[in-house]
């Protein structure tokens, strides 16, 4: 079945620690995303990348970064300059432009 | 910019009973989409219905239909016949229509929908 692969699903970093964020699809979809969710929050947005090699800074990006060096994969990395990174994290992937996205299940990063 | 708005943080309703979840949107934009994403206690986020900006027709999904009122900038969520299975965070969502470096979508804050035995 054709889906959105985050893990692990729980993760835990020490302080000063950077950690790497794992989002995989296998739909072909172009473009994918990266969004943060804090406790009675909507989901703000990190990073997107709408092509291969390419992405952009979403709301939110300090203390974040990403690659796209495969169309399937879209890593995010937690450094240790985000000095909040408690929070569930979800990926999304879509077609393109104009089409809906689809959400992976998530991942929780939590501070040790 | 654009900004997406739910005013109800929290709404609980009896099993079976019809309810409206509100949304009101600011944006300048005339093409755009409008959606609402359903999040479980599982929190996985699924596409509950999505509207176009150009349709005067509001889109209807099972249970699930919306009133879009364009000119009011309202994009109200109605769930018939509510089920246990509903129970779930409601986002409303806004998508400009454009060109592929335009495609962010704009999430509300959020309904916490809860559907009692």
């Known amino acids: 079945d054709g889906g959105i692969t985050q893990s692990p699903k729980y993760l835990f970093r020490k302080e000063g620690q950077n950690v790497t964020l794992s989002c995989e699809q296998n739909l072909n979809h172009d473009a994918m995303y990266w969004y943060r969710q804090d406790p009675g929050q909507g989901l703000r947005l990190i990073y997107y990348?709408?092509?291969?090699?390419?992405?952009q800074k979403g709301d939110i990006a300090e203390g974040y970064s990403v690659s796209r060096e495969k169309k399937e994969s879209f890593p995010l990395t937690v450094t240790s300059a985000q000095k909040n990174p408690t929070a569930f994290y979800l990926c999304a992937s879509s077609p393109g432009s104009n089409q809906p996205q689809h959400f992976g299940d998530g991942t929780r990063l939590s501070i040790l | 910019a654009q900004t997406v708005t739910q005013s109800q943080p929290e709404m609980s309703v009896q099993e079976a009973e019809t309810v409206t979840l509100s949304c009101t949107y600011d944006t300048s934009e005339s093409n755009y989409y409008l959606f609402w994403y359903k999040q479980p206690p599982s929190r996985q986020m699924i596409l509950v219905i999505r509207q176009e900006a150009y349709k005067q027709q509001n889109a209807t999904e099972n249970r699930f239909s919306v009133n879009f009122q364009k000119a009011a900038k309202s994009f109200s969520l109605k769930i018939s016949d509510s089920q246990l299975g509903d129970t779930a965070m409601y986002f409303c969502?806004?998508?400009?229509?454009?060109?592929?470096?335009?495609?962010?979508?704009?999430f509300g804050k959020g309904t916490r929908l809860h559907i009692l035995p």
């Open positions: 969502a806004f998508m400009k229509w454009g060109p592929v470096l335009d495609d962010k979508i704009i």
């Open positions: 990348s709408q092509i291969v090699n390419d992405f």
